[in-house]
């Protein structure tokens, strides 16, 4: 194999076949995959399927607690989950460019295989475009997932009263990428929280009637999924801050470099919206996954004022209103 | 709506909402896509499903007979029609440089919403990021596709005198590309063969249990796509070169750029292998279409020699084996 990607394994003839088979089959070996021609063809039973995509831009490629490819398979995993669905199958199509160090590729690849051997999802079909120097900055990867929606699990309507859950400590993932970015000498245990919310899905099943909302605070973080799960429930949000899970560390470096960590991307927790008799159940529950000790109910759903409103109630007793995020952040954290 | 695209249309928050919703839902429109979460959410049927999924990255981004955007819709619809399958929904990733005219994105969007429309494909789900000036040549989108195999078809064992049939003239995609690359002043009826083969798909309906193979000729042209029907078959292909379809002006302009238009992309062509009785009929059927005028066999599976080879016979009566896509060729022609 050759130690740097050329323009000719995206040529679409040997040199690609070479590249799939060397570095994608190896790593991703199933027989969906291999068996595929133009697309991956199996049995589906009656039922009801989410899809969904995302690109993945994130830089650098690699950071603590990841990279792109973990980023790339979790993130379209944790879509599916969020949708109440099981995840069964993947796309993935990259897009390199030429000078890529090819042992960078492979661990990307490899990485991207064991979190998919751990959720048992596999990735069944891919495309491979090489781009010249300079027409992409190193390496972006699409991923797309279909999975089965699980005990016919959907959204539900929301009522006043109902718990606000997040799975874990916020702000890892975004402040994580943000100190690799500036270049930042820290100590203490900072890595991004990236991580397949499989484990939590399979925790949540027999309590699955009493989960009205899923959603996974992603890019905007937390107080702009809180802002969406308002307006979908048309009703206002009263969050406690003292309650929210975040790290010591988290807070001590966005104090530094002045993000608000309300804002920073989340790329292994889950925000739900639950029956109020069931939310500590669900936090117990949810807290035996590794990973998620941190579970706590930081807020619930209260009647509406003139327009859906996130409040939070600040340490020192005051209210503020959480607005969606609005401007400039940090780009390319996913 | 701004003039131009700005990082913060990246961020997740309302502004990536504001672009999401004046320009996407705006030409995507469907009730699926607008009501989608995390992912989107449909009723599937008991039965066989294809999933493909594509990257494009084609320079440059409008050429004559489409866009990058068409681009993107035909050809995972073509990837799902030539595995036998209906397209249905259609996911959509786009990857957009800092700067980019809206005016331009615009468009392309128009473009694919408008093949969408013609051909009862759905986009579903999408994901946008914006990366900083320089991170990416403009503009790349990813789509992924999912299907439903249409009456049960399935690739059938292929005989010594099925015959080959491409659907129309040859090479017109990477034909028009080099042009456009080469900023080549041409004259004459020179266009991207680009287009959806959800009507070829039609016609076959009935013919369908004497179709054996179905295949797109893109990256690395006929030849590379007959190479892997040879390999797929474990027999020979005896090609007739007066039998296949060009345009006499790819032909010219081909010799004067030295390219093999053997090896050049279609973009809205599609390979069969079928029962050499039916070959004719189905030929009658596929002319039908628009666009599939010079529809043609073009050739016959024969028995193997030492391995599956490609031999064409020329015009002058050779005969000379052709091989698969090796080395360089034009790059991000798709």
């Known amino acids: 194999m050759d130690n740097y ?3 000719i394994h995206g040529n679409g003839g040997k040199d690609t076949n070479h590249l799939i088979e060397e570095i994608f089959y190896k790593h991703f070996n199933n027989e969906l995959l291999v068996n595929s021609l133009d697309s991956s063809v199996f049995k589906v039973s009656q039922g009801k399927m989410a899809f969904t995509t995302d690109s993945f831009v994130v830089k650098p ?11 790339a398979v979790c993130g379209t995993i944790n879509d599916l989950v969020v949708s109440g669905a099981r995840p069964l199958y993947l796309s993935c199509g990259f897009i ?20 998919c051997k ?12 090489v781009v010249e120097k300079g027409a992409v900055d190193g390496l972006f990867i699409n ?47 900072l890595k991004s929280d990236c991580m397949p919310l499989t484990k939590v899905m399979d925790k949540l099943e027999k309590h699955i009637s009493s989960v009205k909302l ?24 009263h969050l ?6 975040i790290k010591k560390e988290m807070v001590s470096v966005n104090q530094l470099i002045g993000l608000d960590p309300l804002y920073l991307a989340c790329e292994g927790r889950m925000i739900l ?32 004022g003139s327009a859906p409103t996130v409040f939070i109630e600040t340490f020192i007793g005051g209210k503020r209103i959480l607005g969606p995020l609005e401007g400039a952040m940090l780009p390319r954290i996913c």
Chains 1, 2 share one sequence.
Not at 97 to 112: A, C, S, Y
Not at 118 to 129: L, P, Q, R, S, W
Not at 222 to 237: P, Y
């Open 273 to 304: 919206v639950v029956d109020q008799n069931e939310g500590q159940n669900i936090v117990k529950e949810i807290r035996k996954c590794e990973g998620c000790e941190d579970a706590k109910i930081i807020g619930s759903l209260v009647n509406i």
């Open 96 to 115: 390199i460019e030429e000078g890529f160090p090819m042992n960078l590729l492979e661990k990307i690849v490899h990485t991207m295989g064991k979190i």
């Open 61 to 71: 490629l690699f950071f603590s607690g990841g990279n792109i490819g973990k980023l």
């Open 214 to 237: 899923m959603k996974d605070p992603t890019r905007g973080g937390l107080a702009t999924a809180l802002n969406e799960i308002a307006q979908f429930a048309e009703m206002d949000i």
């Open 240 to 245: 406690l801050e003292e309650q929210i899970p």
């Open 5 to 7: 990607i050329k323009l």
């Open 143 to 189: 991923t797309s997932g279909i999975g089965i929606i699980n005990r016919g699990y959907e959204p539900k309507p929301i009522k006043k009263g109902d718990n606000i859950i997040v799975t874990g400590g916020i702000a890892e993932h975004g402040t994580t990428i943000a100190i690799e970015r500036y270049k930042m000498k820290v100590k203490g245990n």
């Open 118 to 129: 751990e959720t048992g999802v596999k990735i069944v079909t891919g495309d491979t475009k």
